[in-house]
């Protein structure tokens, strides 16, 4: 049988008989869209849909399949009704205070009021895929091209924001009275991104991108700090600047700065195992396309960074 996804796909595409408004009403792309009918079309061996400049018309093989492709789609609402939907849906955001994930969460459950979305602390992407394949986890955020490729095999995602990057300064650091500080001024400086830890080498891996060529070194392993008190006190210890993003929480004695010059990008996608299907997902696909919609989420300045493999992810173009 069909994968369910690209069953859903055809018929929202043949109810609206317009590839854009079928991808907006599915929260997706409409390249993305496009793939998954015609892929529907190879398993099928069937052209389902004649496509002109001005329209998009059913053919033969695509009016028999409608009703059965909502049948399929019943029966596994059915199934989803008896097993699936009461389960609460495990959603990690990462770590307390950080705002992307925790603003997608909140507006799912708005939009999914019936359903329990449950929020986890995983620290990072990687920890959290492994999670997410066994089946304990069913979604995350976080860079999804920094991922191991057999890790990004068995999961999915869907860009949610380019987020801009910042340093955490000790209060009495020379650039701690600057409102926003140069990349070219940290050239000497050692910052800590995270390395050692096993649960989050997609941001040491995109900090060593970042800082190649212009004189900074990732710093150093600390002590692994479990919750927001343990780093805080770590950090007030070793004195390190620290690359985080924009909305990371305030810290006591230690302030946040933007970097410019260029403006560097955290991508971060919403990240789910392959064949997920849940009423909850749907729910935080929603939320983070809205969200991303309406904050701009996804616009890149004009100079911003990001390294090329993530362009690539996060769908933009050069």
Not at 91 to 120: I, K, W, Y
Not at 153 to 171: I, N, Y
Not at 206 to 233: K, Q
Not at 261 to 277: A, E, F, I, M, T
């Amino acid at each position: 049988m069909p994968d369910p996804r690209l069953l859903r796909a055809f018929l929202t595409v043949a109810e609206e008989l317009h590839f854009t408004r079928a991808a907006a009403r599915l929260y997706v792309a409409q390249q993305a869209l496009s793939r998954d009918v015609r892929r529907l079309e190879r398993e099928l061996g069937a052209e389902l849909f004649v496509r002109t400049t001005r329209q998009v018309t059913l053919t033969a093989d695509g009016e028999r399949l409608v009703p059965h492709a909502r049948r399929a789609l019943a029966a596994q609402d059915d199934l989803l009704a008896a097993f699936g939907q009461a389960r609460p849906l495990l959603v990690d955001v990462n770590s307390p205070g950080l705002g992307t994930g925790q603003r997608v969460l909140g507006r799912a459950r708005e939009l999914a009021p019936d359903h329990e979305l449950m929020a986890r602390y995983e620290s990072g992407l990687t920890g959290a895929a492994a999670e997410l394949l066994a089946g304990r986890l069913d979604a995350s955020f976080g860079r999804f091209a920094g991922l191991d490729p057999a890790l990004r095999a068995g999961l999915e995602q869907q860009p949610v924001r380019l987020e801009p990057m910042a340093v955490l300064l000790p209060e009495d650091h020379p650039l701690a009275d600057s409102h926003q500080v140069p990349l070219a001024a940290l050239a000497g400086e050692t910052v800590y991104a995270g390395a050692g830890n096993p649960r989050t080498p997609e941001w040491t891996d995109l900090a060593h991108r970042l800082f190649e060529g212009r004189g900074i070194e990732v710093a150093a392993p600390a002590p692994l700090a479990v919750g927001h008190e343990e780093f805080r006190r770590i950090m007030s210890k070793t004195r390190t600047p620290v690359l985080v993003v924009v909305d990371f929480p305030a810290m006591p004695g230690a302030v946040l700065r933007p970097l410019i010059d260029p403006v560097p990008l955290s991508p971060v996608s919403l990240v789910w195992r392959k064949g997920l299907v849940h009423p909850g997902l749907d729910a935080l696909r929603r939320a983070a396309a809205e969200l991303a919609e309406r904050e701009e989420w996804l616009r890149s300045p004009s100079d911003g960074w990001i390294p090329a493999s993530d362009k690539v992810t996060m769908r933009l173009h050069n």
